[in-house]
């Protein structure tokens, strides 16, 4: 490994660190709108948002996968999500409905996840649920800064994507759970 690798290895928990320093700012932002949007919000969550891509690939092409990022980068991608989802409802841009499933799936997901790390059952995040992680937060940075229809349509799309990913990893649980039974 390069010098300049070895040099860099800090960058993406610091990356972490500064999305986890942005959520209070976020959240104040979203408390103090005046209206259902406001672009400043959107914006902020929407860099926030790009922050967790840039740390991941910086942990990979550094070679600076730590276990404080293994535990950090999740955390502050769901607070990010809850502060988001708080925001479109505390805005009155979105119903209490659909952003609850969502944080309540996150909220299950993460709990679930360490309860079988502890019983010794491995479950990792797989396309679908990146692919739903990046739908949610695309919507709620856009349903932030703007309305339109189509953005209450393609909401609806990501909480009934967010439910699937959600019932798949059941089932991957389910199933590893029985596997592990079975030895």
Do not use: C
């Not at 972490?16 to 914006?43: C, D, F, K, N, S």
């Not at 389910?174 to 592990?180: M, N, Q």
């Amino acid at each position: 490994m390069s010098v300049m690798r070895r040099r860099l290895r800090w960058l993406p928990n610091a990356i972490t660190i500064a999305r986890l320093a942005g959520l209070p700012v976020l959240l104040v932002m979203v408390l103090q709108a005046e209206g259902p949007t406001y672009l400043a919000a959107g914006i902020l969550f929407a860099i926030l948002a790009f922050s967790d891509l840039v740390d991941g690939f910086l942990a990979r092409a550094l070679h600076a996968q730590t276990n404080f990022g293994r535990i950090a980068d999740p955390l502050a991608d769901r607070l990010l999500m809850a502060v988001g989802l708080i925001g479109v409802m505390a805005m009155g841009r979105f119903d209490w409905p659909g952003p609850t499933i969502i944080l309540v799936r996150d909220i299950g997901a993460m709990v679930a996840f360490a309860l079988l790390a502890r019983a010794g059952v491995g479950m990792r995040i797989d396309l679908a649920g990146k692919v739903s992680s990046g739908l949610n937060m695309v919507t709620v940075a856009v349903a932030l800064g703007f309305e339109g229809q189509w953005i209450n349509w393609v909401f609806a799309v990501a909480v009934a994507v967010s439910v699937l990913t959600a019932a798949n990893y059941v089932r991957i649980a389910i199933h590893r759970l029985g596997s592990s039974t079975l030895m």
